[in-house]
């Protein structure tokens, strides 16, 4: 059975609604990250903005773009980061953070930012837009996962081997007198 290009009962489009969902969720996902006190939250929060955009990607068409969102970003970027806050035992921000005290150059900012993204977003043919970035996400494919797929692989092993140091590093027990004798 098929679901149709519209949702049941009304005339707005399933990629619409979805582009929604994807968007509200990934500005309240960002929103919470700067508003948390709770790093290990805001941490989770970001997981769920990365994945939100790599909903939106898939929705334009760029599938391998969402892959690497999904593995780069939510799989590598965000964990590593959570390690490193668990590693380093600190879970609370400080009782009053830094972006508090320079809210209102950071609102005029938020806001020059807006309108000129919304000038942007206006003057741009998206339909074009997405069908270049279709063509060019499939000679990405083509060429990383065909010629390049041993470099690709290599680098791989070497990013895994240095999260691998960093944990061992930060583990590491210091015996007594390391720190006086500098060994």
């Known amino acids: ?75 590598a970027i965000s964990v590593l980061i959570l390690f490193a806050i668990m590693l380093t035992e600190t879970k609370l921000a400080p009782s009053k953070l830094v972006f508090q005290t320079q809210a209102a150059p950071a609102a005029v900012a938020a806001i020059v930012i807006a309108i000129l993204v919304s000038f942007v977003a206006l003057g741009t043919d998206w339909y074009a837009s997405a069908d270049r970035a279709r063509v060019v996400t499939e000679a990405l494919a083509r060429m990383l996962f065909g010629e390049y797929v041993l470099p690709f692989e290599v680098v791989s092993v070497l990013l895994l081997a240095a999260v691998i140091g960093g944990v061992f590093i930060a583990k590491r027990e210091d015996k007594p007198g390391e720190r006086e004798s500098g060994i």
């Open 1 to 75: 059975m098929a679901i149709g290009d519209t949702i049941p009962f009304t005339s707005i489009p399933w990629i619409d609604a979805l582009f929604v969902v994807f968007s509200g969720t990934m500005l309240l996902a960002a929103i919470l990250v700067v508003t948390m006190r709770d790093i290990i939250r805001c941490g989770l929060a970001m997981m769920v903005c990365f994945g939100a955009l790599a909903g939106i990607y898939v929705l334009v068409g760029a599938p391998l773009v969402a892959a690497a969102q999904v593995l780069v970003y939510i799989g």
